[in-house]
């Protein structure tokens, strides 16, 4: 009798700490940013686009947004105290803000994507200038991190693009808008 009890809380206590290694296992993977940056959230011309990077054109049309409407953001019916999701920019078709500005970020991603993509088929690159810019602009996100009190750019920039945000994604995000918009300009003159 006694040694059923013992193998009975034995297994129960085995099952309690599979449980919790579990638990951590599943909180790791998720904080780490690995789903958003292997979730392909839409393909442009044969090319993935993670859920990760398609944060960062979410995040700047939303930025964006906010800055050109400034003070009269409210005149366009959105709160800036509630979340996107939750308000509608067009209620009768039940489109929410957060519906808008992943549209938004979705079509720019489509664009920018579709130029890079000609760009890199042309053999187009970036000037060193542009290089130059582009590690200054990326460097200079210690100094946010640091002013901001984020002990490093990685959690700084995951606090403003979300889980799989970093250093690296940034410099590869700032790397295809800098090369798209290059091209463009270059293919615009020509």
């Not at 009269?72 to 920019?89: C, I, P």
């Not at 088929?121 to 984020?150: C, H, P, R, W």
């Not at 920039?157 to 979300?162: A, E, N, P, R, V």
Request: glycine share 6%; net charge negative; aromatic share 14%.
């Amino acid at each position: 009798k006694e040694a059923k009890k013992l193998r009975l809380y034995t297994g129960l206590f085995a099952a309690a700490i599979a449980v919790m290694i579990l638990v951590v296992l599943v909180s790791r993977v998720v904080s780490s940013g690995f789903i958003p940056r292997s979730t392909t959230a839409l393909t442009v011309g044969g090319t993935k686009v993670s859920a990760a990077e398609l944060n960062h054109y979410y995040i700047d049309s939303v930025n964006n947004f906010l800055n050109q409407a400034g003070d009269m953001v409210s005149l366009f019916g959105l709160d800036t105290t509630k979340a996107l999701d939750e308000q509608y920019y067009n209620e009768a078709e039940g489109d929410t803000w957060a519906d808008y500005f992943l549209d938004q970020a979705t079509a720019t991603a489509q664009n920018m994507y579709a130029v890079y993509n000609a760009a890199k088929a042309e053999g187009f690159t970036l000037s060193q200038e542009a290089k130059d810019s582009i590690d200054a602009t990326v460097d200079n996100m210690a100094l946010y991190a640091t002013m901001y009190g984020y002990p490093n750019a990685d959690q700084y920039l995951k606090s403003m693009y979300g889980n799989g945000a970093s250093k690296k994604s940034y410099t590869a995000y700032c790397e295809l808008q800098a090369l798209a918009s290059a091209y463009y300009n270059h293919y615009a003159e020509s």
